[in-house]
């Protein structure tokens, strides 16, 4: 009666519940209490009617003062919320089956979310967290922001990285971890899109979100793309050079000659398309109308990042993405991940940045605007480039909307000409594929684009 199994024995057990877990995917009996009521035999002896049971263990374990014993009970927390989160309660409207375990769940994440916690928890706490807020399932407001709270404390700034308590790789790894799920749920399409991008950008100017996810960009490039083109002799003349605070940005999340190039190329992407987002937020919430939804975005809960910064944030992050997008069609990079890129430039350059009324944009004066020119020629190129891309039809597409959208832009006086230059690219492939015919219509095409002057 007074037998307490070791912590051998519990971690023994969590791994044949996780391995069951694993079985039971996809199968309706156990995984949907509507279901499993109408199976044969009725629900007694289904994994969903021990739902609340499953989610103690996970949750004594992962308040375990062993660190195996806490890694499993997250680990298997996490599991439970990627197989039921999205499963509704037959009993109660509007509620899944995990609404009655929530409190024991926001405490495992409010235990495994500080900054000093262990690295390994922290990455599977952020993996709860991207289950719970991108299912199908409605999720209240006010849990939606105490997961993004939870998920901004996680981050660490320049001085408490001083202190060293973790390694470089862990520390970078769990950095990421947290900066990733916040831009994924910033950027993801889920039923709870509105009220999860609401709170996230919320929070954006207070926790320098935008600086961050700039840094990894800038990282990656750094360690993954220049240092490619670095010259035989060593010498460091290829390298991105950067002022003293985007250093000691770079320094406090990114510890400089750390090698996780990979876990950074596949989050790079993602970092831009956020920034770029929350960049355009930011933007709309001075004016009326949103390139983003504006029912979906709180513009007061936006208005932090004045249009003066956001347009030093696009004239960083543009050059950077597009170093990124340059490196992946040398080498045959993910049409995924060009279509993102190329998302992530259009969203950039909002329209705002380049209104006559606007401060800093436009035309300009002096070096700025031939900065922005300059930046405007190198994105036309890039697209011409997407259009006639034969890896994907949607890098294509992609290409066409990034052309279209210059084409567009409120930016600079010689609109005629920016015109002419779109339509001469866009009908570029066409001509490759149908000469002579298509000759006599890009001309046809120029005279009238001329004429017009539009």
Avoid at 11 to 16: D, F, G, N
Avoid at 56 to 79: D, R, W, Y
Avoid at 295 to 309: H, I, L, T, Y
Wanted: net charge negative.
């Amino acid at each position: 009666g007074g037998y307490t199994p070791r912590w051998q024995t519990k971690h023994l057990a969590m791994e044949c519940l996780q391995q069951l877990l694993t079985l039971l995917q996809g199968v309706p009996e156990h995984t949907d209490l509507a279901a499993a009521r109408a199976s044969p035999g009725g629900e007694k002896d289904k994994a969903v009617a021990h739902l609340g049971s499953m989610v103690a263990m996970a949750f004594n374990c992962s308040t375990s003062p062993v660190v195996p014993l806490k890694v499993m009970g997250v680990t298997l927390l996490e599991q439970i919320v990627k197989l039921y989160a999205s499963t509704l309660d037959p009993d109660f409207e509007d509620a899944t089956l995990l609404t009655q375990s929530q409190a024991q769940i926001m405490s495992v994440l409010r235990s495994a979310l500080p900054s000093d916690a262990s690295p390994i928890v922290t990455v599977g706490a952020c993996n709860i967290c991207w289950e719970l807020l991108s299912s199908k399932a409605p999720v209240e407001g006010d849990v939606i922001a105490r997961v993004v709270q939870l998920l901004t404390r996680a981050l660490v700034t320049p001085e408490a990285r001083r202190s060293g308590a973790a390694s470089d790789i862990a520390f970078a790894t769990v950095q990421v971890t947290v900066l990733s799920t916040l831009a994924r749920l910033l950027v993801s399409e889920s039923r709870n899109r509105a009220e999860t991008r609401a709170a996230i950008l919320a929070l954006a100017e207070e926790h320098q979100l935008v600086a961050l996810w700039t840094a990894g960009v800038r990282q990656h490039v750094r360690t993954a793309i220049l240092t490619e083109a670095l010259p035989e002799d060593g010498s460091d003349s290829g390298s991105l050079p950067l002022s003293e605070a985007e250093e000691t940005l770079s320094a406090g999340v990114f510890s400089a000659g750390m090698h996780f190039e990979t876990l950074l190329q596949s989050c790079a992407p993602l970092f831009a398309r956020a920034a770029a987002q929350a960049i355009a937020a930011a933007l709309d919430s001075h004016e009326e109308g949103s390139v983003l939804n504006e029912e979906e975005v709180d513009s007061e809960k936006c208005a932090g990042m004045s249009p003066k910064a956001a347009t030093a944030a696009v004239r960083e992050l543009v050059p950077l993405t597009l170093t990124v997008m340059r490196h992946n069609i040398d080498s045959g990079g993910d049409a995924t991940v060009l279509v993102a890129l190329c998302g992530a430039l259009r969203t950039a350059l909002h329209w705002r940045l380049f209104d006559a009324g606007e401060e800093g944009a436009g035309d300009g004066a002096g070096q700025e605007g031939e900065g922005w020119l300059r930046d405007l020629g190198a994105v036309r190129d890039l697209a011409g480039v997407l259009v006639c891309s034969p890896a994907h039809l949607s890098v294509s597409d992609a290409g066409v909307d990034l052309a279209v959208h210059l084409a567009l832009l409120p930016c600079t006086s010689d609109g005629g000409s920016r015109v002419r230059e779109v339509v001469t690219l866009l009908l570029a492939p066409v001509a490759s594929l149908f000469l002579p015919a298509s000759g006599a219509l890009l001309l046809d095409v120029r005279t009238e684009v001329r004429e017009a002057d539009t």
